[in-house]
């Protein structure tokens, strides 16, 4: 499979960018996951993973340890946590996430990309948000590691 997630180094080069699924597995924090789990993110809060609406993706069956509501409450917790570091603007990303007409990821507001791309990573992030958007915000108009 191409478009796999879990061999992928980086979301900039992704060969099937904004797929309509992704399993708990393939969850690597990617701007494109993020956007995905924000906008299932009601359906995660009450325990469910989201189905694929496509009938080419077929999830596999697997047989977990964990209650089938784990997963999506240990990924939710994890947004939910990250999301709340960045403020107003989390909020914002949240809401236009939810909006049907903003289907993909390019088509969120300026503020709203700046909390994704601070929620997204691997990683949490280890400086707090207006530092990280003053940070890449300098490296972005004096064109530094370019």
């Known amino acids: 499979m191409s478009g796999d997630c879990r061999s992928c180094k980086s979301w ?10 992704y399993s708990y597995g393939e969850i690597r924090w990617c ?4 956007f995905f789990l924000l906008k299932w993110a009601e359906y995660l809060r009450i325990g469910i993973w989201p189905t ?8 596999k069956r697997t047989l977990s340890k964990e209650a089938q509501y784990v997963n999506a409450a240990i990924v939710i917790a994890e947004l939910d946590y990250r999301l709340g570091k960045t403020g107003i603007k989390g ?10 007409d903003r289907d993909k990821m ?25 530092t990280w958007l003053a940070v890449n915000r300098y490296r972005k108009y004096n064109k530094v590691g370019a």
């Open 52 to 59: 694929p609406e496509s009938t080419c993706e077929t999830p």
């Open 106 to 130: 390019d088509y969120l507001s300026d503020s709203a990309k700046d909390a994704l791309y601070y929620v997204s990573g691997w990683a949490r992030k280890a400086t707090n948000f207006a």
């Open 91 to 100: 909020e914002l990303l949240a809401s236009q996430c939810k909006e049907p």
């Open 31 to 34: 701007p494109y996951q993020v």
């Open 12 to 21: 900039k080069e992704c060969p099937t960018p904004e797929r309509d699924w």
